[in-house]
């Protein structure tokens, strides 16, 4: 009976002192064996969304890593309650996903959060597979065959969400994979030369006030980004249209004497240069945020004493009492050198162009205060990717990305209309672009972990995957009941707030 397996007492979560409401959450194996011994932990949440309970629809989240566990997600960034960094306790979240539609927060592969068992996969595919076992068992669990699903990953999820959409779609079964859309926050889609080498030295210069480096560093980072080949690429490939493919072997590499690329040292160490002097100005610079400080705030997910690894907490959410819970994990992957099999195929080289084709509906949406994946890194790799027939965006992104008002009044000295407790930005957030079933977001004052930074900008992504919404520069209200009636914007917004070079 999923009521006694599953279900959560919402008035019995430990810390939290108002009702979670209806939520479901366990382990369930990968397979039907009857000895299989690999689980997956999951935590549902039914949609409190009246006018769209009977949707037929579900969202994932999946977060990245690889090995970090999606109850990150759900307690810092969009479940139904949030504990982030600073606050004292847990807070009901106005910008919960589940106020939209049904989600759940998945721990996978094996090996990540609570998921029991012992890896065995080597890539992607192998990952995907094990996923679609958990997924058949979970829909029959709670009967959402044919029901439509979106997936939501960050950004380890860049290979997560295309690898398992791509199968969802390749298995033609809509009783339990019928996939509708993906999203992708702040994600790994291209070669890690392209997506963090060759746009450092760019996004450096966009902030320098930020990094605060002095002369010295900026010369060094200066000369490793020309001496490896990276500001020629960044100026040759970040052009819109595409100038051309890019080339197989990537800046920042050496050809062995058997053609094998490998990465140059020097080159590799440019990222790492540049945190460890911009540390000396910041010494709790952080490259998910760049406008982060000191001083440290208590985060309740922090590997000293996390919350989820708490006696109590564990009890509350039918997790295995004897497992040890941390926010990562490794390794997840079998292989020699314990890395992902299919890093040498990005999901911008084929299952993230076989998503867009067949969903028309995928959104690839970005902070640009992320200092670990930069925005440029996200578009070279769009733009090395074909998709509807052609390669790249063929415009510059540069429309607005507006993010409805909900209430917020900036004269106020005490808010009391709705989210008075986690207020968040709205109106023109940053740029967005379409072409061909492809929507690229990216909000100016996000950093790496989107719906954490962003609350209300992810809420009106989720409104777009979900097709309540037709574009992400309309200045129609957000779709909540006690949110549509408020005024919004009137007339021209203005380009984008995020210029893209």
Not at 275 to 283: D, G, L, T, Y
Request: aromatic residues 12%.
């Amino acid at each position: 009976d999923i009521c006694t397996e599953f279900a959560v007492n919402g008035t019995g979560i430990p810390g939290v002192d108002f009702d979670v409401g209806e939520s479901y959450s366990g382990l369930l194996p990968i397979s039907n064996k009857t000895d299989e011994k690999d689980n997956m932990f999951f935590w549902f949440f039914p949609t409190v969304n009246e006018e769209h309970k009977k949707d037929k629809e579900i969202t994932i989240w999946l977060n990245g890593g690889p090995g970090c566990s999606s109850l990150l997600g759900l307690l810092l960034e969009n479940g139904p309650f949030l504990w982030q960094p600073g606050n004292p306790k847990p807070q009901r979240n106005p910008w919960s996903w589940h106020l939209l539609t049904n989600v759940v927060w998945i721990e996978q592969p094996i090996g990540t959060g609570f998921s029991q068992g012992e890896p065995s996969i080597t890539n992607e595919d192998e990952l995907a597979i094990q996923f679609m076992g958990f997924w058949r068992n979970f829909v029959d669990l709670f009967g959402l065959h044919g029901w439509r699903v979106n997936i939501a990953a960050e950004s380890y999820g860049g290979f997560y969400g295309p690898y398992i959409s791509s199968h969802f779609i390749d298995a033609n079964d809509t009783d339990y994979f019928n996939l509708s859309g993906l999203l992708i926050y702040d994600a790994s889609i291209t070669d890690g030369n392209v997506q963090v080498g060759v746009p450092h030295l760019s996004y450096l210069s966009r902030h320098k006030d930020v990094f605060a480096l002095d002369d010295n560093s900026m010369s060094l980072i200066h000369s490793i980004s020309d001496g490896c080949g990276y500001t020629e690429f960044y100026d040759r490939y970040l052009t819109f249209p595409p100038s051309g493919t890019q080339p197989t072997i990537y800046p920042g590499t050496n050809l062995l004497p058997d053609g094998t690329a490998v990465n140059n040292m020097t080159c590799g160490s440019l990222f790492k240069i540049l945190v460890e002097s911009a540390a000396i100005a910041n010494p709790c610079l952080s490259v998910y945020n760049i406008f982060d400080h000191c001083p440290m705030v208590f985060d309740p997910v922090d590997d000293r004493d996390p919350y989820f690894n708490r006696t109590d907490v564990k009890k509350a959410i039918h997790a295995p009492p004897s497992m040890a819970w941390t926010k990562c994990n490794g390794p997840v992957f079998n292989t020699p050198n314990n890395t992902d099999g299919s890093i040498s195929m990005p999901s911008n080289q084929k299952r993230l162009p076989h998503v867009i084709d067949t969903t028309q509906n995928v959104i690839i949406a970005h902070g640009d205060l992320d200092g670990l994946f930069p925005t440029d890194g996200v578009l070279l790799g769009i733009q090395n990717m074909t998709w509807g027939g052609e390669l790249g965006f063929q415009c510059k992104p540069q429309d607005p990305f507006y993010v409805p008002l909900y209430g917020f009044d900036p004269q106020a000295e005490q808010q009391t209309g709705y989210a008075a407790n986690m207020p968040a930005g709205t109106g023109v957030l940053g740029t967005v672009h379409e072409e061909r079933g492809l929507t690229f977001v990216v909000t100016k004052l996000a950093g790496h972990q989107g719906p954490g930074y962003a609350p209300a900008a992810s809420f009106r992504h989720l409104e777009k995957l979900l097709g309540r919404v037709g574009s992400l520069s309309g200045t129609e209200p957000f779709t909540l009941p006690e949110l549509k009636n408020i005024a919004q914007h009137e007339g021209p917004l203005g380009k984008g707030t995020v210029i893209i070079p």
